[in-house]
């Protein structure tokens, strides 16, 4: 039981081969999907959430935060799509989310930018020159987004497990390949990675809900059902915040302990 995530430059031909990998191993495609989980659930426009992982971040929300806010609603709702495993996500972030997750895949798919030009020309009926802009900016945008939120260049390959070039290599071809490498046993689930994930999860699920009232909270689960909730307060509000936060926290399943850090 593995989770496979695809990530490459837009126009590379991803969905294709996501959908091929899918249909290979018998698993559940998403990419779509998790905005429009995120969106429904926390009533967000999804264009908004678009936006959040396809733009570079500006000035203003550099400062209200807006972002992260959306970003931690994808997480969250990434997360609980891949829970079963048996999953391809093709899409922006997947390697990030679930980074430490030893059963999952994490693929990089690089397309030469001649190809990438022909199918953005015959996409949007432009020109040669108005295709080579569109693609650069994009891949600039997409490059500001992850060095901003994580510090990473999506292009590092230490971030992958495999790496594949499309061009002599085919769709079918890379699709074989990918299969092959899912079903090895460094990729299979184990209790400990079933662990990690589920420490994942219970913290993307309580950031989700506390960053619309702590914009800078920081959330991470040490172990199973242990929270650990980072945030800034004022000293002789610190009772109230604890207490506040353990009232929205009530009912979230596989909570066990909170252990609270309040600096000033």
């Not at 995530?5 to 495609?29: N, P, Q």
């Not at 798919?109 to 190809?115: H, L, P």
Request: charged share 30%; proline share 2%; net charge neutral.
């Amino acid at each position: 039981m593995t989770i496979i995530t695809i990530s490459r430059d837009s126009y590379s031909k991803g969905s294709e081969l996501a959908e091929k990998v899918a249909e290979e191993l018998g698993y559940h495609c998403i990419a779509r999907k998790v905005l429009l989980e995120a969106s429904e659930e926390y009533n967000i426009p999804e264009i908004k959430l678009i936006r959040a992982l396809h733009d570079s971040p500006s000035i203003f929300e550099r400062l209200s935060l807006g972002k992260e806010k959306y970003i931690s609603y994808i997480k969250h709702a990434l997360l609980n799509s891949v829970k079963e495993n048996n999953i391809v996500y093709h899409g922006l972030a997947g390697q990030f989310f679930l980074k430490g997750v030893s059963h999952v895949l994490k693929v990089r798919i690089i397309a030469d930018m001649e190809d990438r030009v022909k199918e953005e020309i015959k996409r949007e009926k432009i020109t040669e020159k108005e295709a080579r802009q569109i693609l650069i900016k994009d891949d600039e945008e997409r490059k500001k987004w992850s060095r901003f939120l994580f510090g990473i260049d999506t292009n590092d390959p230490k971030l992958y497990d495999i790496s594949l070039r499309l061009g002599k290599v085919s769709i079918n071809e890379a699709a074989e390949i990918i299969a092959f490498a899912s079903k090895r046993l460094c990729f299979e689930q184990t209790p400990e990675s079933k662990m990690v994930f589920g420490n994942l999860l219970l913290s993307a699920h309580v950031q989700s809900i506390l960053i619309e009232h702590i914009p800078t909270i920081d959330v991470f689960c040490s172990d199973k059902g242990i929270v650990h909730i980072n945030c800034k307060g004022a000293f002789n509000q610190e009772n109230e915040l604890k207490s506040n936060i353990r009232e929205l926290l009530k009912g979230v399943q596989g909570i066990e302990k909170i252990i609270f850090k309040i600096t000033q």
